[in-house]
């Protein structure tokens, strides 16, 4: 019996991270960084300051995908 194939991880997409930069939950989200960014400043999507940089919290995208969906069922 054949075992069941998994797909290797791309190597921007490091388990192991904590903060992401905009353009990788961008891309988690298979959204453009333009409208990443529109929802950092909606208060949508959660980031950090960090220095002078920005970033998302690894969990952040899902959360976000989350209370998309629960808005989605309550209507």
Do not use: Q
């Amino acid at each position: 019996m054949d075992e069941p194939t998994t797909l290797p991880l791309a190597p921007t997409e490091d388990p192991t991270l904590v903060l992401l930069k905009v353009e990788e939950a961008a891309r988690r989200l298979r959204i453009g960084r333009t409208t990443c960014y529109a929802l950092i400043r909606s208060g949508e999507l959660e980031s950090v300051p960090v220095g002078r940089l920005r970033r998302v919290p690894a969990d952040a995208p899902a959360a976000y995908v989350a209370r998309l969906r629960a808005a989605r069922r309550a209507a």
